[in-house]
Each structure stands twice: as C-alpha cells, then as structure tokens.
C-alpha cells in the first residue's frame, strides 16, 4: 500500500478535481502492474494498473489507495474492471466519501466474490487526498493561508513595500503550493495593490491541462477588466455581493466568472464563500491575501493549516503585521496551533501549523 501511495502521488499537481489514487496489482508477492490516476476524465489508477498486468491479473491482488467507483462517470466503473480482470483480493486504504461510491464498490467486489479488505494505511490516505475528503464530507474545500513574512511577523514596511521579504527559494515553494491547489484566492486589497497574476509559472509541474482558478473576494466590484489576472488562460471566479450589472459585464468580457454569495459586515460571508467553491468541486483552496481577510479566516476558523515563510529579516515598528485579528485580553483566549513540520527553504524557514482540534 506504501507503494501503491507514492504512485498515487505522482499524480499530485494533476487530478484536479478528482482524487489522486494509485493502485498495485500483486501476485505471489511480485508486483505485475502499476497505475496512477493522472488526469480527470483520463483513465484511473486500476485500469492502468491491470492493463499493465494483463493475464498476471487473474487471481492477484489489488492494492488500492481508495475505494474502487462502482458508479459510471467520466470513465466506466473500476470495479468492473476488477472483476472482469478475476483478481482474487482487493485491499484499498480508505473508503470513498463520495456517496456514489462509499461502501458500494465493496459490496459490489465482494458480491462478485472478491475478498474485500479496507483500513491499510488509511491515515495517509486520506491526508494524500485532504480536500477531496473535505469537500464532501464538510462541504467546502480545505484552506491552507500561506504567508511570507519576517522574523518579527510582517508583510510589508508601512510604505507597503514587501518585494521581497522571503527568498527566491521560498516563492519557487508557493508555485508548488499553487500547482497542488484546486484554486488560489486573495482578497480585492491585495489584487488592486498588488496586482498579482497568481499563476502556476514554473514548467516542473504537470497541471494534466487543469491550471488553478483565481479567485478574488471582491464584495463591491472594483476589480478593474485590466487587471493582470486577465492576461493569463486560467480561469477567474470573482465572488461578489454587488448586483451592478453593467460591473458584472465588463468583467465578464475581460474573461471573469462572476458569482453572488451572501454579505456580511466586513465584506462577503467567508462560510458562503467556501461553500460555494465546493459546489465547484473545489478540493485544496490555497490563500494567498492581505492582513484583513488573513485574520477573518482565522477568526472564524476556516483555516485548516498555515503555511510561513520566515525571512531572517526584522522589519521593526511601523511594519504591517501578517494577521488582523482581534486584540485579546487573556492568552488564554489564543488560537490553539500545533506545528507539524520546521523546515529550510533556502536562507527562510518554511513553519506549517494546523489549529487544535477541540
């Protein structure tokens, strides 16, 4: 299953929006075929597998990192292609929460007489795949807020001058960070600021012909048509509150999807927000953004992990801080963050945090 998991993971930059799955095809201990899902609407991880296999497949068995579908989509059912291959086992890590699939690729396996097994390795199964499990087990994708900031928790000197804090090897990491997302958001204050294209610009990774969508929360519609976002093919989304129709078309001709959520006091409603973007089959949103909505995600705990880069670099008093969150009175009243890895991106450090489960 380890094996089968590295494979699955070769296909990390290029599933969107499917899942990425690896499967092994085994027999008398020897591996006979390996296949991983690469693109969505391309064949998945089991039928390459046994096509590598061939006749070896008869009476082998499958190793699997996700429950086999058993439901007609863009490709035909992979459990048929199991059984029409005669293995004699399936072992997959973890269940499917899709409900077409959930529970029924078993059943229909083990009705076909095929000895079923589930739960190996199920843990980085299912980390390997976290936003397609949280899109449709929670209804929204899984967030990561990425942040470059300096020893002392800045963005920017107050003249707002922030290029570059963090190191060329630290932005090369955020173009790994937005090949893997299914999309990378920001907010209208850094998209009129900055002007950022928010692209995947490095050619090392193999984006299957999916790039990521950009999304901007733009609550009253003041994305100019000239922005840089639309020089580029991938697609834009802009989430609104606006109704101004004249606003909606012309950012429409410049090439925008534009889509109404519900407002809040401070702009848009993060819940909605996220919500929508897993009705678009939105897995892994990346956010790349501004103080503000930085600190209302975290606010209102819809950050699944952290991502900052750290420069050894001290921007002193004055300097915008990373997060706008509100001031607290007892330390006890802190986000609870674990940190689950320390690392060096060239001359920065690379922290990752996830907040405490309750």
């Not at 000895?115 to 994708?141: I, K, W, Y």
């Not at 997060?323 to 450090?349: F, K, M, Q």
Request: proline share 7%; charged share 20%.
């Amino acid at each position: 299953m380890a094996d089968a998991l590295r494979l699955a993971a070769r296909g990390e930059y290029s599933t969107r929006p499917n899942p990425r799955v690896g499967c092994l095809i085994v027999r008398d201990g020897v591996p006979v075929g390996r296949g991983f899902h690469h693109h969505a609407g391309g064949p998945h991880a089991e039928v390459m597998a046994l096509g590598e296999a061939g006749a070896a497949a008869r009476g082998a068995s499958a190793y699997v990192t996700l429950e086999p579908c058993n439901h007609h989509g863009r490709t035909p059912p992979c459990v048929d292609a199991l059984i029409a291959a005669a293995v004699a086992r399936v072992v997959y890590a973890a269940e499917d929460p899709n409900p077409l699939v959930a529970g029924q690729g078993a059943a229909r396996l083990r009705a076909a007489g095929v000895e079923v097994s589930c739960g190996a390795l199920a843990a980085p199964a299912r980390e390997l795949n976290r936003g397609f499990f949280s899109r449709l087990e929670r209804g929204r994708p899984f967030v990561t807020l990425k942040t470059g900031m300096s020893l002392d928790g800045k963005i920017a000197l107050a003249n707002g001058q922030s290029q570059w804090i963090t190191s060329a090897a630290a932005r090369a990491d955020v173009q790994r960070l937005r090949a893997r997302s299914c999309a990378v958001m920001t907010g209208i204050g850094t998209a009129l600021a900055d002007d950022p294209a928010l692209t995947v610009r490095d050619p090392r990774y193999d984006l299957g012909g999916t790039p990521p969508w950009r999304v901007v929360l733009d609550a009253a519609l003041r994305l100019p048509p000239q922005a840089r976002f639309f020089d580029d093919p991938a697609p834009v989304l802009v989430l609104t509150a606006s109704v101004d129709a004249g606003r909606r078309a012309a950012l429409a001709a410049a090439g925008a999807n534009v889509d109404v959520v519900p407002a809040a006091a401070a702009g848009l409603d993060l819940h909605a927000v996220l919500r929508r973007l897993g009705a678009l089959a939105i897995n892994d949103l990346l956010v790349e953004c501004g103080p503000l909505l930085a600190g209302a995600l975290l606010a209102a705990g819809l950050v699944d992990e952290l991502v900052c880069h750290v420069a050894p670099k001290l921007l002193g008093a004055g300097a915008r801080s990373a997060y706008a969150l509100t001031e607290l009175t007892s330390l006890t009243d802190c986000p609870a963050l674990e940190i689950v890895e320390v690392g060096r991106i060239g001359p920065d450090l690379r922290l990752i945090a996830r907040p405490v489960a309750a």
